[in-house]
């Protein structure tokens, strides 16, 4: 167990719908990374926060938007989504602020069906 | 931005030690070289860290060069349960983007 929670576990929806993915970092964690896993693409990185604030952006669809509020959890929402959204969503958190000697602690993921 | 190449894919049999490679021609100077672990449906799990030369610990070894531009993570006698994707991701410099690459999917046989 990574301590980094993930909810839901598994999301089914329909196109155009709208979802909320949630995260609760490691306690004392201050960084949360969010990813997206599918078979053809691999491990994206979409954004990262650091303490609320936003400190890195990756190939993040419009449609796509996240948050991290005071007590450190994080949202990730997806919007209008399409068949193509259907992936594996992971969080991650570190301690610090971004550094390349980060380790991250990822949590098991919520995967996402777009039927 | 910083790019890691390794090996699609590595068959072994239990017991014996693999080394699986990770070539970053463009690493920064101050990057570390870290790896993971991830198995199916789960996470990726932090396995071992390293900047230079010789890291070990419980679970493996990760080798270094002096020049940095590759590193060789060692699994000694390796079991099934080792079987599972390796990743060598890099930063982009200190902006929190922790990029994967393919990784490499090792096979381990009994």
């Known amino acids: 167990d990574s301590g980094v929670t993930q909810t839901p576990k598994h999301l089914i929806t329909a196109t155009g719908q709208r979802v909320t993915l949630r995260c609760s970092p490691r306690?004392?964690?201050?960084?949360v990374y969010w990813y997206q896993q599918s078979l053809d693409q691999g491990l994206q990185f979409l954004i990262q926060?650091?303490?609320?604030?936003?400190?890195a952006k990756g190939n993040i669809l419009e449609r796509f938007s996240a948050q991290q509020f005071p007590d450190l959890h994080s949202e990730l929402n997806l919007s209008s989504l399409e068949l193509g959204d259907s992936a594996l969503y992971f969080c991650?958190?570190?301690?610090?602020?971004?550094?390349?000697?980060?380790?991250?602690?990822f949590g098991s993921g919520t995967q996402l069906s777009v039927l | 931005l910083a790019k890691t190449t390794q090996p699609i894919s590595m068959d072994s049999y239990e017991g014996q030690e693999v080394n699986i490679t990770c070539s970053h021609n463009?690493?920064?100077?101050?990057?570390?070289i870290t790896w993971y672990q991830q198995f199916p449906s789960q996470g990726p799990r932090f396995i071992i860290q390293?900047?230079?030369t010789k890291v070990t610990n419980e679970v493996a070894s990760l080798f270094i060069p002096a020049d940095r531009k590759s590193s060789t993570l060692s699994l000694p006698r390796v079991s099934l349960s080792d079987t599972a994707v390796y990743y060598c991701?890099?930063?982009?410099?200190?902006?929190?983007?922790?990029?994967f690459g393919q990784g490499t999917t090792l096979q381990v046989k009994p």
């Open positions: 991650a958190s570190s301690v610090g602020p971004p550094a390349t000697n980060e380790k991250l602690f």
């Open positions: 306690s004392g964690d201050l960084s």
């Open positions: 926060y650091y303490n609320g604030e936003e400190r």
């Open positions: 463009n690493i920064a100077t101050n990057d570390y």
């Open positions: 390293g900047y230079k």
């Open positions: 991701p890099l930063f982009s410099g200190n902006t929190g983007k922790l990029i």
